[in-house]
């Protein structure tokens, strides 16, 4: 059973940083694309950053400011948030699955506010 699960979230000023964590059991994350999403208040969920042993992927509204890494002994990835705006706020999701099908797992989200 894969679970992920998410952490990090809170509250931060704009032109702060926050790191959030998603920790994966049930798969090898090597072997897999991870993603993060986030979706604001009546928005849909919007695609953020992905990681694979081959690479990484931003959304344009944050490339340059938040980064991805993983770390395959503690089968977790980061999104390093930096230079936060108010626009960032929102609950975000962390989410896996094959390198070239959808993302089939996903986290229960953790929040999070930017203030300005």
């Known amino acids: 059973q894969v679970q992920l699960v998410e952490s990090g979230g809170g509250l931060a ?3 702060g940083s926050l790191r959030l964590s998603c920790v994966a059991s049930g798969l090898a994350i090597r072997d897999y694309q991870l993603g993060w999403f986030r979706q604001a208040p009546g928005e849909e969920r ?3 950053a992905r990681i694979t042993r081959y690479g990484t992927l931003f959304s344009d509204s944050v490339r340059g400011r938040f980064t991805i ?3 395959n ?3 977790t990835i980061y999104l390093y948030m930096n230079n936060m705006k108010p626009e960032d ?3 975000y999701y962390c989410a896996a699955g094959p390198l070239s099908g959808n993302y089939d797992w996903w986290g229960q989200g953790t929040q999070v506010t930017v203030s300005s």
Do not use: L
């Open 13 to 15: 000023q704009a032109g």
């Open 46 to 48: 919007k695609f953020v």
């Open 69 to 71: 890494a993983a770390d």
């Open 73 to 75: 002994v503690k089968n």
């Open 89 to 91: 706020t929102a609950a």
